[in-house]
Nanobody
Framework: QVQLVESGGELVHAGDSLRLSCAASGRSLSTFGMGWFRQAPGKERELVASAGWDGRSTVYADSVKGRFAITKDNAKSTVDLQMNGLKPEDTAVYYC???????????????????WGQGTQVTVSS
């Protein structure tokens, strides 16, 4: 059983940058794709970004393209989300997730992810 722990969420101002990190324990995730999702109050959970198992393929939500970047470090079993140019509408709880099956490419579908972290709060003030 893999455990995912997110960190880095905090209160920032619009235009600021923030880096979220997700560390895995219990099992190496070097062969699994990873993703970041977010859920704002009253809204459904949505994909922010995902990376394939080798980090070469990526998928981004249209709302974050050009501002956010996902990086996967297989040696450390971590996945980071660099967030630049933050906007108030980026306010949400951000979740890290690991693919259900190994050796997958980047995917945007929640059903493809089997392990989830507890989430970290990101709040962007205007």
């Amino acid at each position: 059983q893999v455990q995912l722990v997110e960190s880095g969420g905090e209160l920032v101002h619009a235009g600021d940058s923030l880096r979220l990190s997700c560390a895995a324990s219990g099992r190496s995730l070097s062969t699994f794709g990873m993703g970041w999702f977010r859920q704002a109050p009253g809204k459904e959970r949505e994909l922010v970004a995902s990376a394939g198992w080798d980090g070469r393929s990526t998928v981004y939500a249209d709302s974050v393209k050009g501002r956010f970047a996902i990086t996967k470090d297989n040696a450390k079993s971590t996945v980071d989300l660099q967030m630049n140019g933050l906007k108030p509408e980026d306010t949400a709880v951000y979740y890290c997730a690991a693919n259900r099956f190994p050796y997958g490419v980047a995917t945007r579908w929640p059903r493809d992810f089997a392990s989830w972290g507890q989430g970290t709060q990101v709040t962007v003030s205007s």
